[in-house]
């Protein structure tokens, strides 16, 4: 007979024996102060059943939990939530429970060596970040508050991804109409870090501050920028690194906001075939070793494009900004489950087949490592009285 409990049930008993007490952070914020049977653990029991079950309705949430057997005391709540219940929950109770939750669970995740490394690995020991934003449309009428444009609706999710794990260490969630390059003013980067970020990020007053305080950034040049070269360096043979200049800039604002020099090196894309000339106040690495950095940038939006086809941040639930708030943040947390689970998997699946084997297999009864390992065995089958069918 089976003795387990389902994947889903194990995956939720792992996240709890952690030392971050999600009843201590409910205390902290007060969700379920006025909490009348349904509390803030069952609402976040739902929520990641959302996201890993990719049920984007609150109907396929609710029906989703009653399908099991009807039976949910194994997940830890009492009963599956009503619609209503879940809804006005998601409005009213405080979002920031499930920020501060993700936070601190990544943190012990981290600490515990419990997710999967960075493939790319360079020489320097500087700490890398990139850094980019992802725009999420809403309908105008069902979100008034997400003002975008005429008749369309938007948020932005900013990330500034640590490239060791590739798991976030900075997010903030914004307004669409907010520019990009006014959110990279909150960041707080340690000296001798590496921040690697697309042109629209561009802003010489901050990457003077940014120089001042030994923070390195890597981005690409704008063509409308003025400049004057004044050391012309060649590429080597063989590589796509094009020219590594030294220079200044000579555009009426530009020079007073960056008046040190730069480093602009250009290097060839093979793919798009086009040069690509990247701006830096790294003057030690070299060229080749810059314009992997710029081309690492690219695993920020792998991420936005994994955040998006395998959790629910498209469509949403709830249409306060709370209930968009938690949503989010909740697809977090089951996007940092996924990446564990991926992490113990002795099987090689990308990380969209194992989000969509795992949803398929929420219920199933196996122990979770043997399944991680071994997913397309057949579990023991439980024992039954034979039965003689006897035909009239």
């Given at each position: 007979?089976?003795?387990?409990?389902?994947?889903?049930?194990?995956?939720l008993?792992?996240m709890?024996?952690?030392?971050?007490?999600?009843?201590?952070?409910?205390?902290?914020?007060?969700?379920?102060?006025?909490?009348?049977?349904?509390?803030?653990?069952?609402?976040?029991?739902?929520?990641?059943?959302?996201?890993?079950?990719?049920?984007?309705?609150?109907?396929?949430i609710?029906?989703?939990?009653?399908?099991?057997?009807?039976k949910?005391?194994?997940?830890?709540?009492?009963?599956?939530?009503?619609?209503?219940?879940?809804a006005?929950?998601?409005?009213h109770?405080?979002a920031?429970?499930?920020?501060?939750?993700f936070?601190?669970?990544?943190?012990?995740?981290?600490?515990?060596?419990?997710?999967?490394?960075?493939g790319?690995?360079?020489?320097?020991?500087?700490?890398?970040?990139?850094?980019?934003?992802?725009?999420?449309?809403?309908?105008?009428?069902?979100?008034?508050?997400?003002?975008?444009?005429?008749?369309?609706?938007?948020?932005?999710?900013?990330?500034?991804?640590?490239?060791?794990?590739?798991?976030?260490?900075?997010?903030?969630?914004?307004?669409?109409?907010?520019?990009?390059?006014?959110?990279?003013?909150?960041?707080?980067l340690?000296?001798?870090?590496?921040?690697a970020?697309?042109?629209?990020?561009?802003?010489?007053?901050?990457?003077?501050?940014?120089?001042?305080s030994?923070?390195?950034?890597?981005?690409?040049?704008?063509?409308n920028?003025?400049?004057?070269?004044?050391?012309?360096?060649?590429?080597?043979?063989?590589?796509?690194v094009?020219?590594?200049?030294?220079i200044?800039?000579?555009?009426?604002?530009?020079?007073?906001?960056?008046?040190?020099?730069?480093?602009?090196?250009?290097?060839?894309?093979?793919?798009?075939?086009?040069e690509?000339?990247?701006?830096?106040?790294?003057?030690?690495?070299?060229?080749?070793?810059?314009?992997?950095?710029?081309?690492?940038?690219?695993?920020?939006e792998?991420?936005?494009?994994?955040?998006?086809?395998?959790?629910?941040?498209?469509?949403?639930?709830?249409?306060?900004?709370n209930?968009?708030?938690?949503?989010?943040?909740?697809?977090?947390?089951?996007?940092?489950?996924?990446?564990?689970?991926?992490?113990?998997?002795?099987?090689k699946?990308?990380?969209?087949?194992?989000?969509?084997?795992?949803r398929?297999?929420?219920?199933?009864?196996?122990?979770?490592?043997?399944?991680?390992?071994?997913?397309?065995?057949?579990?023991?089958?439980?024992?039954?009285?034979?039965?003689?069918l006897?035909?009239?």
């Amino acid at each position: 007979m089976i003795k387990c409990m389902s994947l889903f049930s194990q995956i939720l008993s792992e996240m709890s024996l952690s030392p971050v007490s999600f009843e201590q952070l409910v205390l902290k914020h007060g969700n379920d102060r006025n909490a009348k049977g349904f509390t803030s653990k069952a609402q976040l029991v739902a929520m990641i059943f959302s996201h890993l079950a990719r049920a984007d309705s609150l109907r396929e949430i609710t029906n989703g939990l009653l399908c099991c057997n009807g039976k949910v005391k194994h997940l830890g709540i009492k009963a599956a939530p009503k619609r209503s219940t879940l809804a006005y929950a998601n409005e009213h109770r405080n979002a920031d429970l499930y920020e501060e939750y993700f936070w601190k669970q990544l943190q012990h995740f981290r600490s515990r060596n419990m997710l999967e490394k960075s493939g790319k690995k360079f020489k320097f020991k500087n700490k890398l970040f990139l850094f980019d934003s992802t725009t999420i449309s809403l309908c105008l009428s069902l979100f008034p508050w997400a003002d975008y444009r005429q008749t369309k609706g938007g948020v932005k999710v900013h990330v500034l991804l640590d490239q060791s794990d590739y798991m976030p260490s900075f997010i903030t969630i914004t307004d669409a109409k907010i520019h990009d390059s006014a959110v990279s003013k909150t960041l707080n980067l340690k000296p001798g870090s590496i921040i690697a970020a697309d042109r629209g990020y561009l802003d010489f007053e901050q990457f003077s501050r940014w120089n001042k305080s030994k923070i390195f950034f890597v981005t690409r040049m704008k063509d409308n920028i003025c400049y004057k070269t004044v050391i012309h360096g060649c590429g080597a043979y063989g590589s796509n690194v094009r020219s590594d200049d030294e220079i200044i800039l000579t555009g009426i604002n530009t020079k007073i906001k960056y008046p040190k020099k730069l480093r602009l090196v250009t290097v060839w894309n093979e793919e798009k075939q086009e040069e690509i000339k990247i701006l830096t106040n790294n003057f030690k690495l070299a060229a080749s070793t810059i314009g992997a950095i710029y081309k690492e940038r690219w695993e920020i939006e792998l991420f936005f494009k994994t955040l998006k086809q395998t959790l629910n941040v498209k469509t949403f639930i709830g249409t306060s900004e709370n209930a968009l708030r938690i949503q989010i943040w909740t697809a977090m947390i089951s996007l940092l489950i996924i990446r564990w689970l991926h992490h113990l998997s002795k099987m090689k699946w990308s990380f969209s087949v194992m989000s969509a084997m795992l949803r398929l297999n929420l219920f199933t009864y196996r122990p979770l490592p043997e399944w991680l390992d071994r997913p397309y065995e057949t579990p023991p089958a439980v024992p039954v009285p034979e039965q003689q069918l006897i035909f009239n």
